[in-house]
């Protein structure tokens, strides 16, 4: 007889007929998920008050933690213990009322064989919308089947009736007739511009250095090399320890003078003398080092582009890299000279940055950076969190927020438009500031590269900043994060419901033109380029094709 100790698998007892299971993925941040915490708790009871009324009965699948004081799951372990005791047929709700990181829930849905349903609370206090399209975003990347809901108070007839048809069938349903496949292009300057972009792009490649992989748990935001490296796009694979102790080498004199460039050209900061929640002129300092070591670095590597995780990496040692990623992504920004002193680095000229380490917006941002570049426009590109909207003055219009920095040409005035918030100590414990201000009235190309069906694909759009009275953008920011840069943005053709339904990541591309025929040429040449490299492209909304 064998002496082996054999394992020992317990299995979940069936559940019940008519029983729907909940869970809540959380923030790796104890000081996010312990004052997001109440949102949480009313969502949760708003969805469970609405499941009942359909005649089913909720049971949340793990307890609040008398230690913490909350009920989310907070680290991939957590999520293995948690998804361990639900029967795997059962319907499972994931319930989103914040930021959360979908590594933590993503091993027990991958193995999950019942219906998967993410819900999230249409409100704009906490980013629970952008929590859920990050999660979703990474369901479609993994090929898993998911529905997906939103509501601002569980009781609108659209939500109660889809919720009704997902207990039933255990889907819901969602109108994508705003969406179409690329069609055949005409032959323009612009299509031969952008199939002239790719090409080149596949002869001679592309760098994008990636500064520590799978910032907050988005794995939508990470991209294989399988499907990177076909589209001439490869990775230098940085560490931000070297980052850091590059940063120790520039000196003070350097650094100041960052932050003199940019008070001349109009910036201004609200400064304070509390660390732990004022803005300082030392976390500018370590700002402006981080400025000119990534410059640098970049400059070693022969970069093309560059990404900084920062919230897992940096956030406990470093004032932010907000400030930091707007003035790379913005032709007009303070000069950094070679190691050697020979050399201003990329003189005049942007360094795409992809905030978060977002690889989505890596190849995003580098195509149209090509591409604006080449027509002879401002480069300037951004992503925002899809973070919030409601309708003003007969449009839906969406509050997009990025948690630090624009370029400074996406606001009116540049950098006398900006002002430095120092970002707030629940995030960012050694604070740093942001570039903060609302971005201009104009006309937007908006996009996302995201991976589908084991393929790369994007969305394009057409849209428009538009400027809101100031008390209404003002009531937006401080519902939202009053510290960090706004887009309000129209998008055209676009519902929000359909947005909602299709957008398969937490961040949005934009980028400005000076005019809607601009953005509507500009729009063809990227598209061109992206399907040259081989993307599957998908034009969404009221897009005006030339022919």
Known sequence: MTTYAMPTISTPAPAEPGTVYLVSSGDLRESA?????????????????????????????????????HGFINSQRKGLEVFAGIPREVPLVVAIGNWQYSSHV??????????????????????????????????????????????????????T????????????????????????????????????LAAEL??????????????????????????????????????????????????????????????????????????????????L??????????????????LDAVGIQYQQGLKNLSPASDLVEGLLNND???PVTSRDGSRVLWEGRALPHFNEVDEGVAVDALVTHRVWRAMGLDPATTLHDVRW???????????????????????????????GWRQGPVFFPAGGATLNGVSRPGEIVWSRVYIADGGLHVDLGRGSAVALPESESTRRKEMTNPEWPVMHAVLHGVSRDQFMGRHKANHIQVVYTPDAGTADQ??????????????????CGQVQLPG
Not at 42 to 53: F, G, P, R
Not at 167 to 183: A, F, M, W, Y
Not at 270 to 283: F, H, I, K, P, V
Request: charged letters at 20%; aromatic letters at 8%; hydrophobic letters at 40%.
């Open 389 to 419: 909207g409601e309708e003003f003055g007969g449009d839906y219009v969406w509050t997009m927020e990025i948690s630090g920095s624009v370029p400074a040409s996406h606001l009116e005035g540049g950098y006398a438009g900006a002002e």
């Open 522 to 539: 500009a729009l063809v040449a990227k598209a061109a380029m992206f399907d040259r490299l081989g993307l599957t492209v998908h034009l």
């Open 202 to 283: 596949l002869h001679a490649k592309a760098i994008i250095g990636v500064f520590d992989e799978g910032c907050m748990g988005m794995y939508n935001a990470i991209i294989d090399d399988e499907l990177l490296n076909p589209i001439g796009v490869y990775k230098e694979r940085l560490s931000q320890s070297e980052l850091w102790a590059q940063m120790q080498q520039v000196s003070d004199e350097e650094a100041d003078a960052v932050g003199d460039w940019l008070r001349e050209a109009g910036m201004t900061f609200r400064l304070g003398t509390d660390e732990a929640t004022e803005l300082t002129e030392n976390q």
């Open 161 to 196: 009736d889809q919720l009704a048809g997902w207990l039933t069938t255990g889907r819901v349903n969602h109108d994508d007739s705003h969406v179409r496949p690329l069609p055949a292009l005409p032959e323009t300057d612009e299509t031969a511009l952008g199939r002239a």
């Open 332 to 334: 007009s920004r303070p």
């Open 33 to 69: 998920n312990v004052a997001s915490w109440p949102v949480q708790e009313a969502l949760e009871q708003m969805i469970t008050a609405a499941i009942e009324a359909q005649g089913h009965r909720v049971v949340r699948a793990h307890g609040v933690d008398p230690e913490t004081g």
């Open 285 to 302: 300092r370590w700002q402006y080092k981080m400025y000119v070591a990534v410059l640098r670095m970049s400059d070693d590597f022969g």
């Open 106 to 159: 993503l091993p027990g849905l991958r193995s999950h064989q019942g219906p998967i349903l993410t819900v999230a609370n249409f409100v704009a206090q906490w980013p629970g919308l952008v929590g859920l399209l990050g999660l979703n975003g990474g369901l479609t990347k993994m090929g898993k089947p998911y529905s997906t809901l939103w509501t601002v108070d569980g009781t609108d007839d659209w939500f």
